[in-house]
């Protein structure tokens, strides 16, 4: 009897987990060719809109929190019920249309996806993190054969974006995989690596968070090894940063050898932003990382046009600058006025001052009550990991996304939990104990 209830329970933990990554891929911040309303005639696109997507999420959650839940902790209940407040400020401040729109169960998916206990939250986070280096593989075999003269067989496909196909951007369709192009600079955006994902951005991000996660281990591991060569060859911008932080953070520990590493990182970036290439989509990458006088040359994620609608919106009225306009209104906004730009800004106008604010101090919350007070040991891992978390935020700017929910959530706790093992290994094995008797 035990065995079965033991066998129900893991095949509903698998069936929870296999949702809650299908639903990740339909959602905010990942956007594979597959689900693009321009493949295949929208076939599988139809099922990505907020109605069907949140409610499979939502479904998929409750499913687990029912299953798996035994005891919450009142921080779990004080981090959900902040997600479902300030998601009913969001959605209420939008209007009669994004009220009806179903946008509220977009922030009840992650809402209850906190209340679920740990080992779901972790399997969960180890599931996506396999699927999405295994989507990087065949796309990578791809990409070297054709940088090597292979002629691989492809189909043009167009942008799902209005924006992109009006700059001339379009892909190249080939089996499993995509390679964005551009009608005027095929050499440069025929060298960024895409995978399977909208843009080479999509993957540098996700290969950096999961290398953080994983701390940036190589040796023995060719799972992360994969994720660092996509994020090199995509030539994201925001995959070097955040690299770079990561390591200047964790120098904090104040290590010779990370020190020396980081000196020799430094070395290498003003040698390379300083040597005279002729290949032009080489120049223009050095022309992407190089620091000027008004910031990193290659900080694309912004405009004139952008930060002229933005204070316009801010200006509107108190309300709107407190709570916002809603879910996705400035990219609408952008795609109506022909707008290529995404940044935090974006936050601030779709949620307001309070809703982007609100977040930051939920992500610190969680990380400091939740991670931190149960692995203080832990702390210059905790600190760069959240350094890293919140600056993506400033180019990728999807916080109420599950699948950032689950690297953030589920990511820091399967790391923290591993280093648990190791200190517990380590005391065992030098037979170490700790006397809790007063003295």
Known sequence: MIGTKMSKKRIIKNISIAFLILYCFYSYGLQPFFVWKTFANGLFSSIGGIPVRSFIGVLVVVIGLFSFIKRIDKERYILSAWIVFSGGLIVFAGGINHILSFEFLLFLAPAMFIMMNDDIQIDGYKVFYNVFVFSLIIPMIIYILVHVGANIPYQVLESPETIKTYNGIYYKLYPLAVQWNHN??????????????????????????????ERYKLKGNWKNIVLFIAGIISFSLAFYLMTIIYFCVRAISVKPQRLFILLAIIVAYFAFTNIEISNPSIQRFQKRIQITSEGIGGDNRTNEDYNALFKAGMRASASRLLFGYGVSAIEDELEANNIDASTYKNLIYDYGVIGFVGQIVWILFFAYHSIYKRNKRDSIFILSFIVVFLINLYQRPFIYSICYYLILVGGLKS???K??????????????CFSTARR
Do not use: D, H, M
């Open 419 to 432: 280093n648990q093992t190791v200190w517990r290994s380590f005391y065992a094995s030098n037979k170490i």
């Open 415 to 417: 790391a923290t939990k």
């Open 184 to 213: 005027w600079n095929p050499l440069y955006y025929g060298l960024r690596f895409c995978g399977i994902y909208n843009e080479p951005g999509v993957v540098g991000t996700f290969s950096a968070l999961f290398l953080c996660v």
